[in-house]
């Protein structure tokens, strides 16, 4: 039997297809990677010059869960930046609990939402009360951390980088609703992300779907905009997310891992992306950005690189507070006055034995500029809830070296063209 012979124009054909179809595999497979091979070894080489701060990071990477991501910055002659990303152990499939660093892509959503709302006279300094309409809900009707008792979106942001404020977190997710979070997030990119509850208060994920009515009021008291309580339908994917040997739930020790799978999830390089997204938008795609005005990048820049020792409303000079609480990448747990020329626009986590930070460095005095975010597991008991995790015996001082590790090679990395970092130049509150 004679068979038919494949046209040149049909065998063509399923040549694309197949092209196609594996550069979609490829993608998707990378997507998961994170790009993480063996070919980008310069974050280990910099660690193993310092074996008496990283020779246990290395040989532990695993069971510490640690994730490293490290961005050079170039610029042309017109400070145009280009960037080359470099990983260490960093990957998408290994969960890491956010904590508080969820609170970073909040903020940028809660401007976007103002914006979006396109309200005349309702801005981040509009008074912000919130209601409450369902089991779990509680009311904020003032803030007497403000200069006149108003609570409002630009003092909970400012709160969320100074001092990684939990309420103020708490408000924003109620404003945005769970639904709305998500769904923007993944529009940007981020579709691996799940923002599924309110931070330091137990609730349902019933009462976790169901965000508070809030009405917004200019100065005089008039009311600009009542938004009612709203109920998520947001379908999250099924996750098989567990951490430790196992956990306190009270007084009662379970001994088996902890689920994590109904909890906050941000895999570290949307974290770093999502920063770049706000840092340099005009490197990323339209449709990645968040929506916001030369005034609302002004005002992130300005508090996520503030110390709480020079903000004014509210007043942190208090031991508790010190300048570099919230800048775990080059100062870890170190206390003292900080050298102003150089400014970290960043955020951090910490909760469960994890510590997260994402960064953008800057000084500009040495015109240094990078970004690095980092994750690490400290909790070498393998027990949660118990409060006796390693923050101070291998977190803080991991997180301290590694950002002067970078530093210091940066220092000594040659560029063609100086950057001109006049745009991070902030005026501080004092």
Same mark, same amino acid.
């Given at each position: ?64 869960? =640690?994730?490293?991501?490290? &961005?050079?910055?170039?610029?042309? !002659? /017109? ?5 080359? @990303?470099?990983? $260490? %152990? ?56 403000? =200069?006149?008792?108003?609570? &409002?979106?630009?003092?909970?942001? !400012? /709160? ?5 404020? @939990?309420?103020? $977190? %708490? ?260």
């Amino acid at each position: 039997m004679k068979s038919n012979p494949i046209s040149f124009a049909g065998f063509l054909f399923c040549v694309m297809i197949f092209v196609s179809s594996s550069t979609i595999a490829i993608a998707q497979k990378s997507k998961k990677q994170v790009a993480n091979s063996n070919d980008d070894e310069l974050i280990e080489t910099l660690m193993k010059k310092k074996p008496q701060y990283f020779d246990t990071i290395i040989q532990n990477k695993d069971s510490l869960r =640690v994730q490293i991501i490290y &961005t050079q910055i170039n610029r042309d !002659k /017109k400070n145009k930046p280009s960037f080359k @990303n470099y990983y $260490f %152990n960093a990957s998408n499939t290994h969960y890491f609990y956010p904590a508080s660093t969820v609170k970073m892509p909040i903020s940028f959503l809660a401007l976007q939402k103002l914006n979006e709302l396109n309200i005349a006279g309702l801005d981040k300094n509009s008074s912000m009360i919130t209601d409450s309409d369902y089991t779990g809900q509680t009311k904020t009707l003032n803030d007497p951390a403000t =200069v006149d008792g108003r609570p &409002t979106i630009g003092q909970y942001i !400012k /709160k969320i980088f100074l001092v990684s404020n @939990n309420e103020a $977190f %708490n408000r924003l997710y109620e404003f945005l609703g769970q639904e709305y979070i998500n769904t923007e997030l993944a529009k940007k990119g981020y579709s691996d992300a799940q923002i599924r509850h309110r931070l330091q208060v137990s609730l349902t994920a019933d009462e976790n779907s169901h965000t508070n009515p809030i009405f917004f009021y200019d100065t005089s008291g008039k009311l600009l905009y009542n938004q009612p309580m709203q109920f998520s339908q947001q379908k999250f994917s099924d996750r098989n997310d567990f951490v430790g040997t196992g956990y306190y739930q009270g007084s009662k020790l379970i001994n088996h891992s902890m689920d994590f799978s109904q909890k906050n999830r941000i895999a570290l390089d949307d974290f770093h992306n999502i920063l770049k997204s706000v840092i340099f938008p005009e490197s990323v795609p339209a449709d990645q950005r968040f929506n916001l005005k030369d005034d609302d990048y002004k005002f992130l820049y300005q508090y996520m690189s503030q110390y709480p020792g020079e903000t004014t409303y509210p007043s942190y000079d208090t031991p508790e507070t010190w300048n570099g609480i919230g800048k775990f990448l080059y100062w870890g747990a170190e206390k003292g006055d900080l050298p102003k020329n150089i400014r970290i626009f960043n955020k951090i986590g910490g909760a469960y034995g994890f510590l997260i930070d994402v960064s953008y460095f800057v000084d500009f005095d040495k015109k240094v500029e990078f970004m690095l975010s980092a994750a690490i597991y400290c909790n070498k008991d393998g027990i949660l809830n118990d409060d006796k995790y390693d923050y101070n015996d291998v977190g803080y001082p991991f997180m301290k070296q590694l950002g002067r590790a970078i530093y210091e090679y940066e220092l000594k990395r040659k560029k063609i063209f100086k950057p001109d970092l006049s745009k991070f130049k902030m005026k501080y509150d004092k």
